[in-house]
T-cell receptor, first 114, second 110 residues
Framework: DAGVIQSPRHEVTEMGQEVTLRCKPI?????LFWYRQTMMRGLELLIY????????DSGMPEDRFSAKMPNASFSTLKIQPSEPRDSAVYFC????????????FGPGTRLLVL | SQQGEEDPQALSIQEGENATMNCSYK?????LQWYRQNSGRGLVHLIL?????REKHSGRLRVTLDTSKKSSSLLITASRAADTASYFC??????????FGTGTRLQVFP
């Protein structure tokens, strides 16, 4: 299995631009997670999907962030408009079952907003 | 909200030595997990220990869990330079999310 796939791996954009991050979970996994990692705040859960349905989006910082999972093999995290404070590494992870089980992380997208 | 706090924040040892990292948390849990993160990479799952387990082994890794003290430890025996990474504990409770700690940065010198 290829593992969790994320794209792009690096993204540099200017403040105010729209950013879309993509994730393909491991086939057969029914939970998907978006995390953000920064030096200041560590690893934070943004949103958690189970069977393509958002279960917990309490970590989404504000209305500028949105996430979708149109099918079991694809999810997007969108930031519009982007701000410099959104600069971070964004990870997607997937698991069989719910959040308590082992999570498999993708390589991350390193986002820099200028 | 509950959070795993790792201790120490940073640890430097020589190859062949053992490395011990500790994790403390605040509320009761179902499971506790340990993950490793190499620089510039995603997290990799190491071990999951359930609340009714006290000790678990996987190769050179040994994890203990003391629910009365709300703490866990990760022991890496006979460390190697390739073990250099950050190590995170992650805790849960029913109906809540998985919370990751702040991590221990381990440096193993050859």
């Amino acid at each position: 299995d290829a593992g969790v796939i994320q794209s792009p791996r690096h993204e540099v954009t200017e403040m105010g631009q729209e950013v879309t991050l993509r994730c393909k979970p491991i086939s057969g996994h029914n939970s998907l997670f978006w995390y953000r990692q920064t030096m200041m705040r560590g690893l934070e859960l943004l949103i958690y999907f189970n069977n393509n349905v958002p279960i917990d989006d309490s970590g989404m910082p504000e209305d500028r962030f949105s996430a979708k999972m149109p099918n079991a093999s694809f999810s997007t995290l969108k930031i519009q408009p982007s701000e410099p404070r959104d600069s971070a590494v964004y990870f997607c992870a997937s698991s069989i079952g719910h959040y308590q089980e082992t999570q498999y992380f993708g390589p991350g997208t390193r986002l820099l907003v200028l | 909200s509950q959070q795993g706090e790792e201790d120490p924040q940073a640890l430097s040892i020589q190859e062949g030595e053992n490395a011990t990292m500790n994790c403390s948390y605040k509320t009761s849990i179902n499971n506790l997990q340990w993950y490793r993160q190499n620089s510039g990479r995603g997290l990799v799952h190491l071990i999951l220990i359930r609340s009714n387990e006290r000790e678990k082994h996987s190769g050179r890794l040994r994890v203990t869990l003391d629910t009365s003290k709300k703490s866990s430890s990760l022991l890496i025996t006979a460390s190697r330079a390739a073990d250099t990474a950050s190590y995170f504990c992650a805790t849960d409770k029913e109906g809540d999310k998985l919370i990751f700690g702040t991590g221990t940065r381990l440096q193993v010198f050859p």
